[in-house]
């Protein structure tokens, strides 16, 4: 029997606005417990939300930017549920008349590109954090991240495996990012991540019943998690008995799947306009102006770096897939005016770099500055490109400054003529046979003579010249 | 000298003249609490710093519009530093750290704040019977209850303690206090006055206006009250006129509408023929009547009974015993926490309209009861659009009748929540509506509603106004009329 799975994606997307959804509080990670919230944070009685329009035009980029209707007035609705870290009682959220509705996004695994269609993406504030393991018996409560906005992206169950959900929520992530409406940081929680799996036999019109895995923050896992409840969800149907609605989390240090609650015991949460605030209008004006300063999109990059650059389609590809990426090779590429160096940088060394160590660009010590310098001294002759690979080593592992590396390495090229002819002469006097050999006819022998003069300098040598002089002096 | 049953136009003059000290004032604000402590009309006290506010204007004098005024604050109004319990026992230790936008509007144009007043818990009752700090008594009459839900602020004011008080209005708390104990109250338009810092009942419903012993002095208060607050999305950033303004703008070739709709039978004789009397005497002031149809007028309170619940079921929400207020003593989990905290911090009254509006919001009920009643409320706003084309206010007895004895409608709720039928249209549609004193029935106060149209506070304070300059039903005090 053969199965197909249908995945849904919600990717809750912190946007980066300087304050919270509704109040002044400050949205800065890391604070003190309890030092970022303000009256309406903590939710106290007779305070009032205020919609932050930032958050509206962060949301908007994205509608744009996905294609989507964007939704010139859109409402607020109440969420109600108990939770200690849910101060009000309730969430405010968009249920009714979201910002953002239709979009699609582009993704590609290694075996192809799809259309994924996003239903919808609509503001919400963020709950608190309860803390469980610092007080003895006793819960925590840390209100900083409350009211903090988010964008919650909801994908059309079309998806087919885990590998499809990954590549879909990179390709969000790096939008996200682009678009400079979110940092993407996983690890600071972001992004986050319900995915809603399903199978069903193939050829089977109708979706089969769905649970809902919450609360999965890394690519990694989304993968492992899925994969964990297609094959439970498989055996659940094949021993003959039906799979149940309901939240189940992934629990990342057993690689498995736990029930969290069922249907039945599913909160009904009383969705109710929000009476405390208005519909929120963006005019035709505010409209114009977020489409106006759209920034390049991914798409648009690779487009452009293959006809104005003339770079390869594989590069282009890699390189405008990340936003440091993207911006490392634009900023090296102005300074050094030699693209395609530094696109043979990135697209070789670097990115094998990333394999091995098996890491985004923004993870890596290597800063784009950094980067930029290499490729500058490269170019301008001061380490040769072998030289290079070993001082971007050494970058990347401690996330030195180029030219310090050089310095105190000693790894300036010699480019002195007289200091290279010197040496080579001396190669040269002390290898009689091979030169008469050479001299002979065997030319292979050429390289040997340039190996030697590479080992006595220590490959600082300007391969170029020491190629010039030997040839001038076993003529 | 005294301010005992003095307004606030009065005691101005008085500080003006320099008939009276500010400390004088206060001092007697608190020697009357005290010698008025059976009424218990205020659950806190801001005995010290009100003093040492008008010793301050004593050295100081100042010349902001309410200078010196004493004013009593509804508790259910956040104040800087002074505890605020909204009337339930949930918040009995709750001291807030911020002030609402009309209590800092107030003090900034000089008035006083001599205390906390008793109110319904959370705002709901008309009896002020609900609450948990006790009855609140009428100053007319022992064992008559002074209304709901300002009771305390309405007692304050209708015996000579202050000569104004704040307070709330969802469904008719301070028209209908204000009806059985004898004064004037105002509910402004719907985002006239910032709601910041209220405690929210029901937040498309609520709003705040004063009490007072005249419609001049409302028109004082309102102009203080009144701001648009960027911290309130509700609040109407519309401009915000001089209410002293039209008060003295004769009332010939004025029109009072009349609602045909109204079925005036189940009330009493009496107070029926206080009612035609007052409008009688609108007729002599040079307004006339006419006939206007509300169809949908009957449906307000069982759609009040909707709408009201369900923004409160989810308002209360944040009474958890979590965070502030008060919780149940060694709770053996989460939702142990939760439900001992709330069973033992609410009354019944408040707990019933949890319930009902929990079960209105809920999965597969909300199409036939919130969203219905929302849609009800549209067509009964379109009724008042469509009646304020051809007419300037509309008139309405304020109550069913005067005060009641404490206790005679415990029993039934649906016979408490009639006591609004008057006044919840008003609320639904948004509009500003005031009750003033306009007869005595037993030696008890009845009240007449003037309503207004969307925005205009200043035709009702005009109405009212008027009918306060020919008749004297304004001044009777529980203990005789005042002269």
């Known amino acids: ?475 | 000298m005294t301010i005992k049953y003095k307004t606030i136009k009065e005691i101005k003059n008085m500080i003006s003249q320099k008939e009276i000290s500010n400390k004088e004032i206060i001092k007697e604000v608190f020697d009357q609490i005290q010698a008025n402590e059976h009424l218990n009309a205020f659950i806190t006290l801001n005995k010290e710093p009100a003093l040492k506010k008008s010793e301050d204007l004593d050295n100081n004098p100042s010349d902001l519009p309410l200078a010196g005024i004493p004013i009593a604050q509804k508790d259910l109004f956040c104040t800087k530093d002074l505890r605020t319990t909204c009337g339930s026992r949930i918040l009995n230790n709750f001291i807030p750290p911020y002030s609402a936008t009309v209590i800092e509007n107030l003090e900034n144009a000089g008035c006083i704040s001599i205390g906390k007043t008793n109110m319904d818990e959370f705002a709901m009752g008309s009896s002020n019977e609900t609450s948990f700090f006790g009855n609140v008594e009428n100053p007319w009459g022992k064992n008559l209850v002074p209304g709901g839900s300002s009771g305390g602020s309405a007692a304050a004011v209708s015996a000579g303690i202050v000569p104004a008080a704040s307070a709330t209005d969802t469904g008719g708390s301070i028209r209908q206090p204000a009806s059985l104990c004898g004064i004037t109250g105002l509910k402004p338009t719907y985002g006239r006055v910032s709601r910041w810092g209220m405690i929210a009942f029901a937040s498309s419903l609520d709003q705040a206006g004063p009490m007072a012993r005249t419609a001049e002095d409302c028109a004082l208060l309102l102009n203080q009250m009144c701001s648009h607050d960027e911290k309130d999305t509700t609040s109407l950033d519309d401009a915000i006129p001089n209410f002293e303004e039209n008060l003295n703008e004769p009332l010939k070739d004025k029109k009072i509408g009349i609602v045909k709709d109204l079925d005036l039978s189940s009330l009493d004789n009496e107070v029926v023929k206080v009612y035609e009397d007052s409008l009688k005497e609108f007729e002599a002031l040079g307004a006339s009547l006419i006939d206007i149809s509300l169809p949908n007028l009957s449906l307000s309170v069982p759609t009040y009974y909707v709408v009201a619940p369900a923004e409160c079921s989810s308002n209360l929400s944040r009474f958890d015993g979590v965070k502030f207020g008060r919780r149940s003593e060694d709770p053996n989990n989460l939702e142990e926490l939760y439900i001992k905290s709330r069973s033992e911090g609410f009354g019944d009254e408040v707990k019933r309209r949890i319930l009902i509006g929990s079960y209105v919001l809920s999965a597969g009920y909300y199409d036939a009861y919130y969203k219905k009643a929302q849609q009800v409320r549209r067509l009964i706003k379109n009724d008042f659009d469509k009646a304020f084309s051809n007419i300037d206010v509309i008139m309405t007895p304020t109550t069913r009748g005067p005060a009641f004895e404490m206790g005679s409608k415990g029993s039934d709720p649906i016979q408490m929540y009639l006591e609004d039928l008057f006044t919840i249209s008003a609320n639904l549609a948004g509009l500003p509506a005031i009750s003033i004193p306009n007869g005595n029935i037993d030696n008890k106060p009845t009240g007449i509603q003037i309503i207004g149209n969307f925005l205009d506070e200043s035709s009702i304070l005009n109405f009212a106004h008027m009918f306060q300059t020919s008749t004297n039903w304004h001044k009777y005090t529980p203990e005789g009329v005042k002269e």
């Open chain 1, 1 to 475: 029997m053969s199965w197909e799975t249908v995945i849904g994606l919600e990717i809750h997307v912190q946007l980066s606005t300087k304050s919270k959804l509704f109040s002044g509080g400050s949205t800065e990670f890391g604070a003190e417990s309890n030092t970022h919230v303000d009256l309406v944070d903590m939710g106290l009685p007779g305070v009032l939300p205020v919609a932050n329009k930032e958050a509206f035009y962060k949301a908007i980029r994205f509608g744009l930017a996905t294609g989507a209707e964007i939704n010139q007035e859109s409402s607020f609705d109440r969420k109600n549920y108990f939770y200690p870290d849910l101060p009000k009682g309730y969430q405010i959220t968009q249920m009714t008349k979201p910002i953002v509705e239709k979009g699609s996004i582009k993704i590609a695994t290694d075996e192809s590109e799809r259309v994924i269609n996003i239903t919808r993406a609509h503001l919400e504030e963020d709950a608190g954090k309860s803390i469980h393991d610092l007080f003895e018996g006793k819960t925590g409560v840390d209100l900083n991240r409350a009211g903090t906005p988010l964008l919650e992206i909801v994908s059309e169950p079309e998806i087919s495996n885990a590998k499809e959900a990954v590549a879909y929520f990179k390709a969000i992530r790096q939008l996200v990012i682009f678009l400079d409406i979110c940092d993407g940081n996983m690890a600071q929680g972001s992004m986050r991540c319900d995915v809603n799996v399903s199978v069903r036999k193939s050829g089977n019109k109708d979706l089969g019943t769905r649970a809902e895995l919450k609360n999965i923050n890394s690519f990694k896992f989304i993968e492992k998690a899925i994969n964990y409840e297609i094959d439970r969800q498989i055996r659940v149907i094949e021993s003959g008995e039906s799979v149940v609605q309901e939240t189940r989390l992934y629990d990342s240090e057993k690689n498995e799947t736990r029930s969290m609650r069922s249907k039945e015991e599913a909160n009904d949460y009383r969705y109710f306009p929000c009476p405390d605030l208005l519909p929120v209008v963006i005019s035709d004006k505010e409209l114009k102006d977020i489409k106006d300063n759209l920034p390049e999109l991914p798409e648009e990059k690779r487009k452009r770096y293959i006809k104005e650059i003339g770079l390869e389609e594989s590069e282009a590809k890699i390189i405008s897939s990340s936003k440091t990426m993207a911006n490392m090779f634009e900023d090296a590429s102005s300074k050094t005016n030699d693209a395609k160096l530094v696109a043979k940088w990135l697209v070789g060394d670097i990115s094998a770099l990333l394999n091995k160590d098996n890491i985004d660009i923004e993870e890596s010590n290597l800063t784009s500055e950094n980067f930029g310098k290499l490729i500058e001294r490269i170019s301008d002759n001061t380490i040769s490109g072998k030289i290079a690979k070993s001082v971007l080593e050494d970058a990347w592992e401690n996330g030195t400054d180029v030219d310090e590396i050089i310095k105190t390495k000693g790894l300036v090229q010699i480019q002195d003529e007289s200091i290279l002819e010197e040496i080579a002469m001396k190669i040269v006097e002390s290898n009689p046979s091979q030169v008469a050999a050479y001299k002979s006819g065997k030319d292979k022998l050429f390289g040997f003579f340039v190996g030697q003069v590479m080992k006595e300098t220590q490959g600082k040598a300007n391969p170029k010249s020491v190629n010039e002089i030997l040839k001038k002096l076993l003529k």
